[in-house]
């Protein structure tokens, strides 16, 4: 429970205490609560709800159609609670690793998987960072930067995107050309004092990952095709609500392609900057960053009233979905474990 509340309060307390320096109560009056303000923050929770359903695809495509359409959906759940009340630098991918290690897929099919997630979504932040850079230009970073220079955020940028690039390569390079680098990692981990109890699965692991990672190269073109299509969907409809948000509440937003495509640019850049953030979820960080990111379309005194409602959207939901899943997903794990060791024995 402590994990969950750390989020909530950091975020909360940071939202607090901006809204009570920068909130103008008279721009606050000056939102017009009409129907076209529900209808965007309606798309924007669409818009999520679209992409939790992107993820959960990619998890049906990558173990294979092993889980039905609502298992997927539920163990998305999970990750993004794990994603929710883990550090933004390390994520959710280690949680990840032990949820599906705990239904029937197989422990080197799990591994693989959670690699090729780490390899696809790695692949689209590679691509699309340079083109919104290149498309847009330094705008894309802060508003106002008017040439790419090594310092402030640009400098966040480009170590970020180095990080990214070489994680990216030796995933890739794991996974699809020399799986008995991997393998050599897990016996490497096994000798470990206190990996001791582990060490005959981590040696099995690093087995069977070889034939796993060997299956998953083999895939034909269209099955890399829909994966990839699955996360980029899944990463465009996450940034494309915060458009959504701006324009509910800004009304005079302009609706040309270019503005909505720069204020798409601008969510994912912010969101490149801080996914490195050592707060759970990037509690507090994200909240106290958004203003400043769109200060030339968001007027400073409702920054952190739609940074709240973002949050409120896109991060809040999975903590309390996922305290109400989670327990029901641990008693049927028991549950199937018992009636296992009950027939074998």
């Not at 103008?24 to 009056?29: E, P």
Request: charged share 15%; glycine share 6%.
């Amino acid at each position: 429970m402590s994990r969950i509340v750390a989020p909530i309060l950091i975020g909360l307390l940071v939202v607090a205490y901006m809204m009570w320096r920068q909130l103008d109560m008279d721009q606050f009056r000056e939102i017009p609560w009409t129907r076209l303000t529900i209808f965007w923050i309606g798309m924007s929770i669409f818009l999520y709800v679209l992409r939790h359903l992107f993820y959960a695809w990619r998890l049906k495509i990558l173990t294979g159609s092993a889980f039905s359409w609502s298992k997927c959906i539920e163990l998305i759940f999970i990750w993004e609670f794990s994603s929710a009340v883990s550090p933004s630098s390390i994520g959710g991918s280690a949680v990840a690793l032990f949820l599906l290690a705990q239904e029937k897929i197989g422990a080197a099919k799990t591994v693989s998987v959670i690699l090729y997630t780490m390899v696809l979504d790695t692949l689209f932040f590679l691509i699309t960072i340079p083109l919104l850079a290149f498309t847009i230009g330094p705008d894309v970073i802060r508003p106002g930067l008017t040439e790419f220079n090594l310092s402030g955020y640009t400098l966040t940028l480009f170590i970020i995107y180095i990080f990214i690039f070489s994680y990216g390569i030796m995933f890739f390079y794991g996974l699809f050309f020399s799986p008995e680098k991997i393998r050599g990692f897990l016996y490497w981990l096994s000798k470990f004092k206190f990996l001791k109890r582990w060490k005959r699965d981590l040696v099995r692991i690093g087995s069977d990952v070889m034939q796993t990672a060997k299956e998953v190269s083999e895939q034909g073109m269209g099955f890399h095709l829909k994966s990839f299509f699955a996360t980029t969907g899944a990463w465009i409809t996450r940034f494309l609500a915060i458009n959504c948000l701006i324009i509910a509440l800004i009304p005079e937003t302009p609706l040309d392609s270019f503005t909505q495509y720069l204020l798409y640019g601008r969510a994912e850049i912010m969101h490149s900057i801080t996914q490195f953030s050592p707060t759970p979820g990037g509690a507090g960080v994200m909240e106290y960053l958004f203003g400043g990111f769109f200060t030339d379309y968001i007027p400073k005194g409702i920054a952190f009233l739609v940074a709240l409602l973002w949050r409120i959207i896109t991060y809040y939901p999975y903590l309390i979905i996922g305290v109400i899943i989670i327990p029901n997903w641990i008693r049927k794990i028991m549950n199937r474990r018992r009636i296992e060791k009950l027939e074998s024995a």
